[in-house]
């Protein structure tokens, strides 16, 4: 069995910063991408970025220079760091990852329970 724990969010002035965090745990052989997506009342959910599990990472164009994703592969975890937040940036915020796993043996997406970040004056 395979939980993603998401923690952090909030409530946040504009401009102000926030991180969520990401806790991959259960019988996991390697965890691939991960990725954080949000999705506001009344809209589609959208990739924010992403980071595969050599690094590599991509930002969608309204975040850039503002949000940076990193992961910690020796504790299975992967962060949001969120800056100069805009109101346009209250969603409920996702992450998932793609996790090959030992037993049984399978490779599939999984995503964490949502956290909710408002920002707000």
């Known amino acids: 069995q395979v939980q993603l724990v998401q923690s952090g969010g909030g409530l946040v002035q504009p401009g102000g910063s926030l991180r969520v965090s990401c806790a991959v745990s259960g019988r996991i052989f390697s965890i691939g991408t991960m990725a954080w997506y949000r999705q506001a009342p009344g809209k589609q959910r959208e990739l924010v970025a992403s980071?595969?599990?050599?690094?590599?990472?991509n930002y969608a164009d309204s975040v850039k220079g503002r949000f940076t994703i990193s992961r910690d592969n020796t504790r299975n975890t992967a962060f949001l760091q969120m800056s100069s937040l805009k109101p346009e940036d209250t969603a409920v915020y996702y992450c998932?990852?793609?996790?090959?796993?030992?037993?049984?043996?399978?490779?599939?997406?999984?995503w964490g329970q949502g956290t909710q970040v408002t920002v707000s004056s």
């Open positions: 980071i595969a599990s050599g690094g590599f990472t």
């Open positions: 998932k990852a793609d996790v090959i796993t030992s037993q049984p043996p399978g490779k599939r997406d999984y």
